[in-house]
């Protein structure tokens, strides 16, 4: 069989486009995540995904020419795919039928990609090692014993693993960058509002951003051409002109290239010595290193996980038993059909932030909790302004260790939230960032280095990327 | 503070989660956890530090007032667990 890890978009859909048959490309992809081992696959469309691979072929039979013709994709599954089935990985939404399209995937169909399946996921996207899915838990492509990362686990294993070429993952902490340093592939999480999030179900309405995983930094420029722009449907996308496709050469040639000292503390020396290859490569590239400090960056956790568990408390109070989804049997009032339905519909952990987050909104806690938090979260965007007055892009850690074993974390929430120390910032400030591929630890096991630019400095930050992995 | 059980069962109640006894046991002892590592936003100066509502800096976003085409009923009611073709089902909740 194929193994789509030699073939990547770029190259799919130059063959497309010369007249080579998407609909062959497809087929392959389907048998390959039917014969997934990994459970990063948990919904295989043939019948559409072939349906679908005909009219791309049939457009290109009609004189067109598609960015991403014939380029087999995984959707995490919370995104929604008009008429076919979207779930969170959460029992709350078992049988629910999207009724409608994101603009994310309009956008990839509209471009001639190929929608082959589903992935799995974190229950709504909470989770750093995608353990806590209701289809269970995903194997890292590489160790079967490791967890994938999270919460976009599913997606980054697809592509690591050879499966697509090209996966959509949404990122609320570092859900998209985590995963794709624990299985090694690239991961970017756009400026916040370059993509619409239009039918992505919501998590942190402030915080969350679709991107992609792929296997090299021009796939993502090409994919973020076709995500990116203004989307009437999402009044928080920009409105601006989409990043252009192809990556600038010399990314790092003359550039000022910031690295903070305390996050090599406590890391793991594998990962240290990468960011040391990494920092040296930067050097040579043709680029001056900046010490730099973000003295706000340590609160980012715990203004995280105030600001994400509040508006996840307030968005996922639509899941009420009532509208669609899992409802309970026998409730006497509605009240306990909101609340019975809710407790057997959600799992432990999103429990959990609910809670978390009703609490912190909840009367007389909100000033000590919400506003804090947002006043702190201000102080880190102003750490990033300042430290981008020093540096045109920030080097580090994707994640302080490689691909911990599965169970290891289950037990303490709080060291799970740890786990994303280094990704959260980018998030709070809106600003892009991604994760490469930079060689393996003693084990073989994938290390990722995290880049972060200023906001819309989308395009600097891939051709950074790409100045590192030459 | 410490967070209690009486608190917990309280905010169950705010976020409809009909919470059993062994999981407000352990929400209970994870939230104070959670909780105690969020005190040390206190320890922040924030003194005139605005709080960020949009980290994009947008500012009242607008659209004109037209109608543009929406999800059919039938679509809407299509993924209701009780509905009878017009309305979404619920248990009876005023008593007349």
């Known amino acids: 069989m194929t193994d789509c890890r030699k073939t990547d978009c770029q190259s799919i859909a130059a063959a497309v486009n010369a007249g080579a048959s998407a609909t062959v490309e497809v087929e392959a992809a389907l048998a390959r995540a039917e014969a997934d081992s990994t459970n990063a696959i948990i919904r295989v469309y043939r019948d559409t995904a072939l349906a679908a691979a005909k009219a791309v072929d049939a457009r290109i039979a009609a004189g067109e020419q598609l960015p991403l013709a014939g380029v087999p994709v995984v959707l995490k599954d919370n995104m929604c795919y008009q008429d076919h089935p979207v779930t969170a990985c959460s029992k709350i939404l078992a049988g629910f039928t999207a009724p409608y399209q994101a603009t994310a995937v309009t956008k990839l169909r509209d471009a001639g990609a190929v929608v082959i399946a589903a992935a799995n996921m974190d229950e709504f996207a909470m989770g750093s090692s995608n353990e806590t899915s209701c289809y269970g838990p995903v194997s890292n492509p590489v160790a079967s014993d490791r967890i994938p990362g999270g919460s976009s686990g599913g997606s980054a294993a697809s592509v690591a693993g050879g499966i697509t070429p090209l996966a959509l993952g949404s990122d609320t902490g570092g859900s998209i960058r985590q995963p794709a340093s624990l299985c090694g592939c690239l991961g970017l999480k756009p400026t916040y509002g370059c993509v619409s999030r239009y039918g992505l179900l919501a998590f942190g309405s402030s915080l969350d951003q679709i991107g992609p995983f792929t296997t090299t930094v021009e796939d993502a420029a090409l994919v973020l051409s076709v995500l990116a722009g203004h989307d009437k449907a999402d009044s928080t996308s920009a409105n601006r002109p989409a990043p252009k496709p192809g990556v600038a050469d010399q990314g790092l040639a003359g550039k000022r290239v910031g690295w903070v000292p305390a996050h090599v503390e406590g890391l793991q020396s594998d990962v240290a010595e990468a960011l040391e290859r990494a920092k040296a490569k930067a050097v040579e590239a043709g680029a001056e290193l900046v010490e730099i400090s973000l003295p706000h960056e340590k609160y980012a956790v715990a203004v995280y996980y105030v600001v994400a568990t509040g508006e996840a408390s307030s968005n996922l109070s639509r899941y009420d038993g009532v509208h669609y989804g899992h409802r309970t049997e026998g409730a006497k009032d509605l009240d306990q059909v909101y609340s019975r339905s809710r407790e057997e519909g959600f799992g432990a952990e999103v429990k959990r932030r609910i809670m978390l987050g009703t609490y912190v909104l909840s009367a007389g806690y909100y000033d000590a909790y919400y506003k804090k938090a947002m006043q702190v979260r201000s102080l880190i965007c102003k750490d990033f302004a300042t430290c981008f007055e020093q540096c045109d892009v920030i080097l580090g850690p994707t994640s302080p260790t490689t691909a911990f074993k599965r169970g290891e974390k289950t037990s303490d929430p709080l060291q799970m939230y740890l786990s994303d120390v280094f990704t959260i910032a980018a998030n709070l400030a809106g600003i892009p960032a991604l994760s490469v591929p930079m060689g393996t630890d003693s084990q073989g096991l994938p290390i990722g280095l995290h880049l972060q630019a200023p906001q819309f400095a989308d395009e600097a930050l891939l051709a950074a990327a790409k100045a590192l992995m030459a | ?96």
């Open chain 2, 1 to 96: 503070m410490a967070l209690n059980e009486q608190t917990v069962r309280h905010v169950a109640h705010l976020a409809r989660l009909d919470l059993s006894d062994d999981e407000v046991h352990a929400m209970t002892r994870e939230l104070d956890a959670i909780v105690g590592y969020v005190e040390q936003l206190q320890e922040v100066d924030t003194t005139g530090v605005e709080a960020v509502a949009n980290v994009a800096g947008l500012v009242n976003i607008t659209r004109s007032d037209e109608p543009i085409e929406m999800l059919s009923h039938e679509q809407v009611l299509r993924n209701a667990p009780k509905a009878n073709g017009e309305a979404f089902l619920v248990p009876k909740a005023v008593e007349r």
